[in-house]
Nanobody, 121 residues
């Protein structure tokens, strides 16, 4: 019923940039917050950045000043511009959306399949 499709991951040298994108599709009535999480090997999944439907943003301290989250409500997309990447940013990045389906009475959380980001030193 809902798909979150991520793109833009890859391998980059330290100091470089990548832009992740996520498109939500399906029988979507509304989308509240959208965000990006990441999970490194042996670590728990953590919030990287989130953005509400009105544009309010929240960032993990470790990425403030380097990453920027944005969204296009008309296209149900969210982006993560990652600059000044560090080896410790290496992880699988997951798109998340808190959205309500047409057939549902309340929103639920949905996840993308994940995209690998690898930053070499």
């Amino acid at each position: 019923q809902v798909q979150l499709v991520e793109s833009g991951g890859g391998l980059v040298q330290a100091g470089g940039s990548l832009r992740l994108s996520c498109a939500a599709s399906g029988s979507i009535f509304s989308i509240n917050a959208m965000g990006w999480y990441r999970q490194a090997p042996g670590k728990q999944r953590e919030l990287v950045a989130a953005i509400t439907s009105s544009g309010s943003t929240n960032y993990a301290d470790s990425v403030k000043g380097r990453f920027t989250i944005s969204r296009d409500n008309a296209k149900n997309t969210v982006h993560l511009q990652m600059n000044s990447l560090k080896p410790e940013d290496t992880a699988v990045y997951y798109c998340n959306a808190d959205l309500r389906l047409w057939i549902a009475t309340r929103p639920s959380a949905y996840w993308g399949q994940g995209t690998q980001v690898t930053v070499s030193s």
